[in-house]
T-cell receptor, first 115, second 112 residues
Framework: GAGVSQSPSNKVTEKGKDVELRCDPISGHTALYWYRQRLGQGLEFLIYFQGNSAPDKSGLPSDRFSAERTGESVSTLTIQRTQQEDSAVYLC?????????????FGPGTRLTVL | GDSVTQMEGPVTLSEEAFLTINCTYTATGYPSLFWYVQYPGEGLQLLLKATKADDKGSNKGFEATYRKETTSFHLEKGSVQVSDSAVYFCALSDHSNYQLIWGAGTKLIIKP
């Protein structure tokens, strides 16, 4: 597609359930980022994928969070045993080459609400 | 470590008013600086950027000048429109890796 897409756009779940969020980056973009944005706050880096290199998972807040990416395509972010503090908008972005000065192209986000 | 500080919002202005959203940073060396904008219901998108001191980034009537002496990158627009209502994020890259350092965002509300 022309831009980064994310699904679902909204997800409401019960505490303790697992959720899976999906990101489709722009075709040909080698780098992909996941961020978390809590209400009224800035972007919190979660994880970074660049080509076939090992991902940088340094931003994942706990071992309940994991992410995968197949090659340079779709990525999924999984949150296990969700907690209320996981409620946030999860944003995905891709860049051509993964250099910090590259323009980051963002998807519309997935709004996660944990009841 | 590196950091970005933005003025707190919301900033509420009337249409055609002059806009300034302050952004200051702390970084070693010579970072690149960015403004991203998040319109309601849309994804974040790059608004403008500057890669060296005294550079001026501009787009859609917005401008920001990279001031190394004051470590600032304030966003300005001479006459705002209702359609400029959005959340604006200042960010920097210190070129050491692939990450941006993000400010907390400033919500801008323009009233007709």
């Amino acid at each position: 597609g022309a831009g980064v897409s994310q699904s679902p756009s909204n997800k409401v779940t019960e505490k303790g359930k697992d959720v899976e969020l999906r990101c489709d980056p722009i075709s040909g973009h080698t780098a992909l980022y996941w961020y978390r944005q809590r209400l009224g706050q800035g972007l919190e880096f979660l994880i970074y994928f660049q080509g076939n290199s090992a991902p940088d998972k340094s931003g994942l807040p706990s071992d309940r969070f994991s992410a995968e990416r197949t090659g340079e395509s779709v990525s999924t972010l999984t949150i296990q045993r969700t907690q209320q503090e996981d409620s946030a908008v999860y944003l995905c972005a891709s860049t051509r080459a993964g250099i910090s000065t590259d323009t980051q192209y963002f998807g519309p986000g997935t709004r996660l609400t944990v009841l | 470590g590196d950091s970005v500080t933005q003025m707190e919002g919301p900033v509420t202005l009337s249409e055609e008013a002059f806009l300034t959203i302050n952004c200051t940073y702390t970084a070693t060396g010579y970072p690149s600086l960015f403004w991203y904008v998040q319109y309601p219901g849309e994804g974040l998108q790059l608004l403008l950027k500057a890669t060296k001191a005294d550079d001026k980034g501009s787009n859609k009537g917005f401008e920001a000048t990279y001031r190394k002496e004051t470590t600032s990158f304030h966003l300005e627009k001479g006459s705002v429109q209702v359609s400029d209502s959005a959340v604006y994020f200042c960010a920097l890259s210190d070129h050491s890796n692939y990450q941006l350092i993000w400010g907390a965002g400033t919500k801008l509300i323009i009233k007709p």
